[in-house]
Structures are given as C-alpha cells and as structure tokens.
C-alpha cells in the first residue's frame, strides 16, 4: 500500500544520544528490500543529514534545509532548490545586528556566522559540520542562501517570530526544528513542498505515503503524506494533526511504523 516513506532525523530517526539503533536499520533495510522508497526530511543542511544516510545506505535523493534543497545521495546532483529572497537576507542581517542577535547562513552547503561562540559550537557538535567566520555578514547578502537561522531561548524566539511574522511572514516560511532555533527559508521550502515532489519524482501518489516527525517543522509533510505520523515524543501540535502516534524515538517509533504498516502488508 505505502511506495514511500520519509523521515525526520532528529529526535525521531536518532536517539536522544544521536544513534540510529541495529532494529531501525534491519527495518529500513527490509523496507527497501521490498520495494519501498526509504528516505530522510530534515532541517539540516545536506552535508550533515548525507553523513546520516550513509550509514543507513540509503543512495536516493535527500530533503534538506526543512525542504529547500533535494540532492541525490550518490552522485550529489540537485533536483529541486528553492533560495531566500534577498530582500529578507539583508533585512534579517540587518535585524540581527540591531538586536545583537547569534545568527546563521547557509551559503553552497557551508555554514556562516559572525563569530565562533557557545551557540555555534554546540549547533555544530550535534550537525556534525564545519563552520565559516564571516564578521560581516551582510557581504553574504547577495548571495543564494538555502536558510537563515536565529538561535535563542525558546520564549525570545516565539515573540521574535510573532513580530516578524507582521513585518516578512508574507515573504519568508518561517519555523522550528527545535526549540530554540527559528529557521528562515523560501516560502515553497517546506517538507510538505517537498514530500510532493519527491513523491511525484517516484510516479508516486501521495496517498501512498508515510511521513514521521516529531516538531512542528515537520507538520507540512505530515499533513501531506498518506499516512501522516508523530512519534510520542512529539510536540502535542503534531500529535493533533498527525493520523498515528507511535513509539518514541528511544523505543525505535520509526522500526515500528515499518513493521506495522509496511513488512507486514
């Protein structure tokens, strides 16, 4: 019934100590096996979420950057890409400047920020990725950033994202991974985006389906999907939206889904 599956990594494929266990390996592993398309949905950029898919062998294309690029796994070629405006560019360098804000970009699958502090190098320690020192940062504006990301407290982001929301929401998709990163992408780069062209790109229908998540990132491609899943340690916002609510992602959610809704049809 599903031809299709895809996956967050955070907190859903991975362990809260950031592992893909031998259980959810072999499941994935059958489910390729019998013909099902196996792959990941991410707000990671594609060098880090590539690094994860390697060690699952999965060799189809990859949606990274919450769904603002798709890249082939094997021979690396880009099959859908979707930029920032560069007016928000500026406007977001601009506004974090005033506000003295940690701020990242993502230039040509490489990460920037104005300077190396706890925030970068904790962000980089779970992505598992290098990073570039950019004291200017607004030299990056005319470039074709892939995501721009703010990093704070929770609460601080909620109001900023409200307040945002007013002056480029129209412009602009705006989310979050995790709580305290507020991600800033094209408006047709969501994973709901992207489930859809992908799935399109299999001869696929998107009835046939499954998407797993556990932030609200991941709501667009839930809602989207056949079969639309939260894990249990989602947030309630996606459990509410979600058409199943497995395991957590320490109880291998993602093994049980497959077991339950792909090998044993």
Not at 94 to 111: G, S
Not at 119 to 134: D, F, M
Not at 174 to 198: D, I
Request: charged share 25%; net charge negative.
């Amino acid at each position: 019934m599903y031809k299709m599956i895809t996956i967050d990594i955070d907190d859903t494929l991975l362990t809260d100590s950031n592992e893909v266990t031998e259980g959810t390996k072999q499941a994935l592993q059958a489910a390729t096996d019998q013909g099902v398309v196996v792959t990941l949905a991410t707000g990671r950029m594609f060098a880090s979420a590539k690094k994860i898919a390697k060690q699952l062998d999965i060799n189809v294309p990859i949606i990274t950057y919450q769904g603002a690029l798709i890249k082939n796994c094997l021979d690396e070629d880009t099959i859908y890409e979707r930029y920032l405006p560069q007016t928000v560019v500026a406007f977001m360098f601009q506004y974090a400047k005033e506000h003295d804000l940690h701020i990242q970009a993502y230039y040509n699958d490489q990460l920037y920020a104005q300077e190396e502090n706890e925030k970068l190098i904790q962000y980089c320690r779970l992505s598992n990725v290098a990073y570039i020192i950019e004291e200017d940062m607004s030299t990056l504006s005319h470039l074709p950033l892939s995501k721009l990301i703010i990093i704070d407290e929770p609460e601080v982001l909620d109001e900023m994202k409200n307040h945002l929301d007013q002056q480029i929401g129209q412009d602009v998709h705006m989310t979050k991974s995790k709580p305290n990163f507020l991600e800033f992408v094209h408006k047709e780069a969501t994973k709901g985006h992207a489930v859809r062209f992908l799935a399109e790109h299999y001869d696929c229908d998107i009835a046939e389906v499954i998407a797993i998540g556990d932030s609200w990132n991941d709501h667009e491609m839930i809602e989207a999907a056949g079969l639309g899943v939260a894990m249990e340690n989602a947030v309630a916002p996606l459990k509410d939206v979600a058409n199943y609510v497995t395991r957590s992602n320490n109880e291998e959610g993602v093994k049980h889904v497959i077991e339950k809704f792909i090998l044993k049809n």
